[in-house]
T-cell receptor, first 109, second 116 residues
Framework: SQQGEEDPQALSIQEGENATMNCSYK?????LQWYRQNSGRGLVHLIL?????REKHSGRLRVTLDTSKKSSSLLITASRAADTASYFC?????????FGSGTRLLVRP | GAGVSQSPSNKVTEKGKDVELRCDPI?????LYWYRQSLGQGLEFLIY????????KSGLPSDRFSAERTGGSVSTLTIQRTQQEDSAVYLC??????????????FGPGTRLLVL
């Protein structure tokens, strides 16, 4: 069963705009991770935020975590066509990851 | 060092045949995981290895599915008597120690399985 639900399911933006994706989860976590998947193949790890952190940055990525609301958001600033992909949040359940349903992002040139 | 590799990249098989999917984790990673992603679905956990043992096989969908790991390295996921519903992308991941909730899992490119 999936832990997280992501919102929106699909997002289409113009190159240069910012993209925001949200993830909600159900149980307490140690950390939350965001992954990107291109063309339905391998997952690329983007960023990990621990449960005691509220915000984390990595390049054009900004992740926030609100454990009281059991939610996280991923912001991609100044989007590029190459950012087109599916984005998944994942929470840990012991050693295994529980993935959200994903957001399909399309960045139009 | 190389990342996680998987073979084959794509596999087409006929219903009822057996298939073997291979995963080579990152060298030195003791933890290895298999996940499955069905068309348009999220990823679901299948099995976790710590070294050569599998303390958690809870995600394997049926007894047609089995996996082993040898030498603390390569893992093979075997699906016997494949069914059409087994069609999916099978993803393997590894992490350094498998310590609960504290590590990044690194994923391979996946094997896309199509059962006709």
């Amino acid at each position: 069963s999936q832990q997280g639900e992501e919102d929106p399911q699909a997002l289409s933006i113009q190159e240069g705009e910012n993209a925001t994706m949200n993830c909600s989860y159900k149980t307490s976590i140690n950390n939350l991770q965001w992954y990107r998947q291109n063309s339905g193949r391998g997952l690329v790890h983007l960023i990990l935020i621990r449960s005691n952190e509220r915000e984390k940055h990595s390049g054009r990525l900004r992740v926030t975590l609100d454990t009281s609301k059991k939610s996280s958001s991923l912001l991609i600033t100044a989007s590029r066509a190459a950012d087109t992909a599916s984005y998944f949040c994942a929470t840990d359940s012991s050693y295994k990851l529980i993935f959200g349903s994903g957001t399909r992002l399309l960045v139009r040139p | 060092g190389a990342g996680v590799s998987q073979s084959p990249s794509n596999k087409v098989t006929e219903k009822g045949k057996d298939v073997e999917l291979r995963c080579d984790p990152i060298s030195g990673h003791t933890a290895l995981y298999w996940y499955r992603q069905s068309l348009g679905q999220g990823l679901e956990f299948l099995i976790y290895f710590q070294g050569n043992s599998a303390p958690d096989k809870s995600g394997l969908p049926s007894d047609r599915f089995s996996a082993e790991r040898t030498g603390g390295s390569v893992s093979t996921l075997t699906i016997q008597r494949t069914q059409q519903e087994d069609s999916a992308v099978y993803l393997c991941a590894s992490s350094l120690t498998g310590t609960s909730g504290k590590e990044t899992q690194y994923f391979g490119p996946g094997t896309r399985l199509l059962v006709l």
